[in-house]
Each structure stands twice: as structure tokens, then as C-alpha cells.
């Protein structure tokens, strides 16, 4: 799978992942209304909302780009209506050809990290048949709890040949409240940094390794450090746009061969009919202004990357 | 919630909670295979062995505990209908007056927090009308992307009067990996332990905080310099039992005033009927081998307590 998202890359040449973390903030109105009507003002019709949402905008942009990354909590905040929508958009996505990152921020000790590992990347066997839970191709992994809880994802990744990205440095503002802190001489980011480099020499793909890293487009030096630092791994960098990063910053994060990092931006695609630059779209045309965001995007990266 | 459940701690003189962890290998067979007779082979059969599983034990122990913790893993390992079964046994064990501590190890940056927060502590407004998602009293929390990540979890705590755990030392083998490194002249989990007192402070029940943390009884030396970092924290304590801590290690995890530690033992309970001691119950009579086990575990608790 990590081959694939490489190849995808190449292929688009897009190395833009697009979040899809629908809120009832950003759902246009019209569509909302729509639902509603079927199913009453009720988590069933926020959760068919996102889903359609998600299907426009992914029809829209899933000839640009290689990835798209749903936000689980956005889904679990509505409960299991809102699970079921997770899982159609995941599947929707397969079906479009798009390699799908859950980011479910998970972690746990041994065999209930291993029971979310099956959940989201693995399959359980039952009566000698095999169920998939969620069926996304990588997931986002928190490290705090060390090597118990993120090796028993990385089996699974082994087996399926999916992968995952740990979370190294966040792009929030206090991300560094202990990410930054100084132990044994080094910030500890670089010291998960290290073990995610060790952690994924064991599990490689032809040129990036299945286990991939999270570091926020929000600290671009911090990026340059961590590019050096994990050399074969995919850096999946949130934090562009809404959140403040721009292509400039983003230079550090490539690799020498242009290959290694994937940009995501979650807002600033799925409601960029929201913002002035795009308003001409109005809210029925959600859908296109996310891909002149898309468009807009791989331009700016790219003339970033030169 | 943190005086209800400090309440039933005084008066079931238990402070202990029981950890509703369903696994197939820990699910009677008979039941199982009940369930199957409905079901078949799948997943949904899986889901609802193991909320008929929850309920036999609940059943049983409702009356000498104060609270469960359900850990979200081994449900969402399945999918959608795990989830179904997890959220069902939330709602019954309110019904039995039972504490739910969701261990769901959540946490993410902003809006995503939040979104998790009103899931599973809080709800959404909906038309008017709140719904809840999946409606624990507490859930345990990840630390590893600070204040922004846990802040919006504490604004909800804030506002239903619930509660948060947050994991400051585990209890598994590595745990110590990026927990134990010192920075700044002191090990990590001190000062993420220092974090969840400052948090607590502002916002006190009678006389414990509704901000918690999670302690493991596998490293009783640290739990005492934690117990004194946080004096108004009302510790967690997992890896009693089957993961190897033993009443004596807890001493140091509660208070003076006898107060101030929970702890935790899933498999220990729920499959006592596997163990020797309890076999002469079956597997029929799981759920009353798992009542000796909370008396056995109680009797084991006070004696250390002295």
C-alpha cells in the first residue's frame, strides 16, 4: 500500500492528501436540508449528510489525488449513525480508486492496540470467514505508550501490506508542552522520530517504509530535523492551510528526490465555498470549489518545491 | 460524576472497577455459540456474545462496585456491530447504577478533541433536540498532544459534570520508553502528572477532581511520587491481576484518607471461570466466578490497605 500511495503521488503529481472532516459548520445548507427531509432533524441526517458531502467532494478531486485521510472523530462525535458514515465514505473511496489514511489517533497496550489494528487495517476471521471492520489502508498511531502499543499495528501492517503514520510532532500550538521537552539532551519528537525510523527499516515498501510519521506543517524546522532524522519514512504533514502552514514552509519535508512527504488539508479543500477567494462557486458548487482548492494547492506546492 | 463515583467507592468499600474487555477467546463457548444459533458466524454474532457476556457479569457484580471501563478496543475491533454492542452496554450499566469509565484513549488537537469529547461524555444539538453518541461518565485520555488536545475534553467535563483520565504512566513493559526519559531533569510521566494537577485544580468535585489519571500497578514506585504530584487526582490504576500487580503494590497509589486510587482488573474478572482457582464454576457459571473474583480481589485490596 505504501507503494501504491508512492505511485500515486508520482502519478498525480500531488502529494496532497485531502481531509475529510465534514462538521455541521461546513455542511452546506442546501445539502443538510436534503437529508433532513428524509430523516428528520436526527444524528441519521447529519451522518447522511457528511457521507454526501464526502461523495461530492470526493467525485470531485479523486482524479487529483492520490489520498484522502477522514477524521474518525468527526463521525464518532454523532455515534454509530456517524460510524456508518465513516465506513461508507472508507468505502466509497476504495471505490474510486483513493488510498484511504484513518486518522484514529489510536494507541493502547498489546492486544487492545493489536484489537484496533483488525478493527481499522486488519480482519477478523470468524467461522473461517474474514470480516473487515473499517478497511482503511493506513491509520495515524499515538506513541505515547512505546514499542507494546504501536508494534502490534505494525504486524498487521506486515500481513496486509497496509501501513501506518505515528504521530511525532503535532501541529497544534501546544504540541510542544511535551513533544519539545528536552530529555537526555534532545527534544523528545526527535527521540519518537528515532524509534519510527527503527520501527519502519523492519517493514520497508520499494522506497518508504510502511510506517510513515506525523509532523505538522506548523514547524518547519522542527520538519527539516525529522527529514534528516527519518530518512526512508513518509511524512504525512497536517497543519496547511486553516491551520496556518504555506507551501514555503513545506520544502523541508521533500526528500531530495521530491518523494516523502504528503500534504493534507482538510478545511481549506472540502469548504473552500466558504471562503472569499472561491464564493463565486456558491454552496451548490462545494464540490468544484474543492477542486479549484485542490488545484490551487498542487500549485502552490509546487512552485514552493521549485 | 467524580462524587458519585468517590460515593460508591465508600460504599461498596471497593475501589475497584471492573474491566469489561470481551475477547473471543474469553467469551463462554456455550454462550457463544447461542448467539451464533441467531446470527450464524459473524460479526454481529460476536457483538452480541459479547454484550450478553457484559451483561451476566454486570448481572453479578453490579452490587459490589462502584463503576466498569469498558475498553472501546475490543468492540471496535468489529466494526460497526462491535460498536452497537459497546454502546448497549454502556446504557445497561446505567441502568444497573453502575459508574461507566470509557477507556477509549482518545485525543487529538482543537475541534477534533471536542468532536470526541461530545461523543462520548457530552452530545450534540441536533434540531433542537441533545443527543448523545455513546454516553460514558468518564473516558481515558492521551496527553501526548498537550493542553489543546486535552482543554476541550475538560470544557465538556465542565459542563455535564463529568470526568477524564488521563494516561500519565501505563502499565505495560515499555511504557517507559518515551514515559520514563527525563527531561528537564525529571522523568516525563512527572511531568505530565504535574500537567493533570494543575488541570484538576480547576475543576474540583468535593474532594477529588473530575480530571483523573491513569496510573499502572506494574510500577508501584512511581505511583507513590505521582500520588504526591497529585494529591486531589483520583488515580486509575490498571495491570493488577493478569498483567502482575498485586494488592501490595497498590498501597502507595491511594491517600490517607483510604481514598483516591481505583483500580482496575479485567480478564482477572471476567474470565475468572478459566482459572484454576474459580474452574469448579464452568463456564456456565461465569459470571458467578467472576463475583468470587471481585471478593477474592476486594479481600486482597483491604488486606494490603491494612
Known amino acids: 500500500m505504501i507503494n501504491r500511495l508512492i505511485e500515486g503521488i508520482k502519478k498525480t503529481e500531488a502529494p496532497i492528501v485531502v481531509g475529510l472532516d465534514p462538521t455541521m459548520k461546513l455542511l452546506p445548507p442546501s445539502l443538510y ?19 454526501k458531502y464526502n461523495k461530492g467532494i470526493v467525485d470531485a478531486v479523486a482524479d487529483l489525488v492520490p489520498a484522502v485521510k477522514p477524521q474518525i472523530a468527526m463521525y464518532e462525535s454523532y455515534g454509530i449513525p456517524g460510524l456508518i458514515a465513516f465506513k461508507k465514505t472508507v468505502d466509497y473511496c476504495h471505490k474510486k480508486g483513493l488510498v484511504v489514511i484513518g486518522d484514529i489517533k489510536r494507541g493502547d497496550i498489546g ?24 478497511d482503511e489502508d493506513f491509520v495515524t498511531v499515538n506513541p505515547y505508550l512505546g514499542s507494546d502499543g504501536v508494534m502490534p499495528f505494525i ?3 506486515e500481513k496486509e501490506k497496509r501501513g501506518i503514520f ?22 523528545l519528537y526527535e527521540l519518537v522520530g528515532e524509534k519510527v525510523a527503527e520501527w519502519g527499516d523492519a517493514l520497508m515498501g520499494e522506497s518508504y517504509s510502511y510506517v510513515g510519521a506525523v509532523v505538522g506543517a506548523t514547524y518547519p524546522e522542527m520538519g527539516k530535523a525529522l527529514r534528516k532524522i527519518m530518512p526512508k519514512t513518509l511524512i504525512l504533514v497536517p497543519g496547511y492551510g486553516a491551520q496556518g502552514g504555506r507551501g514555503k514552509d513545506l520544502v523541508h519535508f521533500f526528500n531530495d528526490d521530491g518523494l516523502g512527504a504528503i500534504i493534507n488539508s482538510s478545511r481549506g479543500i472540502i469548504a473552500a465555498y466558504q471562503q472569499e477567494k472561491y464564493s463565486s462557486y456558491g454552496e451548490a ?4 470549489a474543492a477542486r479549484a482548492a485542490v488545484l490551487d494547492m498542487k500549485a502552490d506546492i509546487a512552485e514552493a518545491l521549485g
Chains 1, 2 share one sequence.
Open 111 to 134: 492486544s487492545t492496540s493489536e484489537a484496533y489494528a483488525l478493527g481499522h487495517i486488519g480482519s477478523s476471521v470468524i467461522g473461517g470467514t474474514e470480516y473487515r471492520g473499517f
Open 33 to 51: 436540508a436534503e437529508t433532513v427531509r428524509d430523516f428528520g432533524e436526527t444524528p441519521d441526517a447529519v451522518a447522511d449528510a457528511f457521507y
Open 285 to 288: 458548487g462545494y464540490a468544484d
Open 166 to 187: 505515528v504521530l511525532v510532532k503535532t501541529s497544534n500550538p501546544s504540541s510542544g508542552e511535551f513533544q519539545d521537552r528536552i530529555c537526555d539532551g534532545r527534544p
Open 155 to 157: 504486524k498487521v501492517c
